[in-house]
């Protein structure tokens, strides 16, 4: 009889740390909540719903930004190489990166903002060189690595005939703001945590890259499908 208490309570208490364990886990979420409505981006132009047949292959241009901004210079290459990484998961164009060095052999300049008056070769310049149907003008607009985090971009894709645009998108996001927050918070649970329920969503308003990553995905979904 004593034999078979022992039994029950080792069983008992098996159960009771299992039951703790699982609780713990499923109650996770309850401690990181995120409540309210998402950012929905609103500065963004689309020509069509969809891409005109002929704009397959986009020539992308190296990212814009302030030269005496020291923010957006120290910045530059993550969020360059994190911009490129993330427009060519799209996969709606066939995309050719070019160098700021080989932009400057062609435009006399490395870098553009699509809002400057352009060369009157610009266009056909670009075309002859690399064969693209579209060009994607990308600038940084606004850099701030330090909570709030602040970043800003400025997009334009264009024909590279007679530059008419295809889609742009100027928009700011702001860490502070709270559906800005709540975006961010829930891209990361869905994109970036591995395991969700054990991490804490908010530590995407504190990673500069990471938070960078969720904008540049929010803007760049919107351009137009085939």
């Not at 713990?24 to 995120?34: A, E, N, V």
């Not at 609103?42 to 986009?58: G, S």
């Not at 579209?134 to 334009?156: C, M, T, V």
């Not at 894709?157 to 709540?182: C, H, I, Q, R």
Request: charged share 20%; glycine share 6%; aromatic share 10%.
């Amino acid at each position: 009889m004593a034999r078979f208490a022992r039994l029950i309570s080792a069983k008992d208490l098996w159960i009771c740390l299992l039951g703790l364990h699982l609780c713990g886990c499923s109650t996770k979420p309850l401690t990181d909540p995120i409540i309210g409505p998402d950012f929905v981006p609103a500065n963004i132009f689309q020509e069509a719903a969809k891409l005109p047949p002929t704009v397959r292959r986009a020539v992308v241009l190296p990212l814009g930004f302030d030269p005496s901004d020291s923010l957006a210079i120290a910045g530059r290459d993550t969020l360059e190489s994190l911009f490129r990484s993330e427009l060519s998961k799209q996969g709606k164009l066939e995309l050719a990166f070019i160098s700021p060095e080989q932009l400057r052999l062609w435009t006399g300049r490395e870098r553009w903002d699509f809002q400057e008056a352009l060369p009157k070769s610009f266009l056909a310049s670009i075309r002859e060189k690399t064969g693209a149907d579209a060009i994607f003008f990308p600038y940084l607009s606004l850099y701030s690595p330090y909570p709030p985090i602040k970043i800003g971009w400025r997009f334009k894709l264009t024909t590279a005939t007679n530059g008419d645009v295809l889609w742009s998108a100027d928009e700011t996001f702001d860490a502070g703001f709270a559906p800005v927050s709540n975006s961010a918070r829930r891209y990361s649970r869905s994109h970036l945590n591995k395991t969700p329920v054990l991490e804490d969503s908010r530590a995407i308003l504190l990673s500069p890259s990471a938070f960078a990553q969720y904008t540049l995905s929010a803007l760049l979904e919107s351009i137009p499908g085939r």
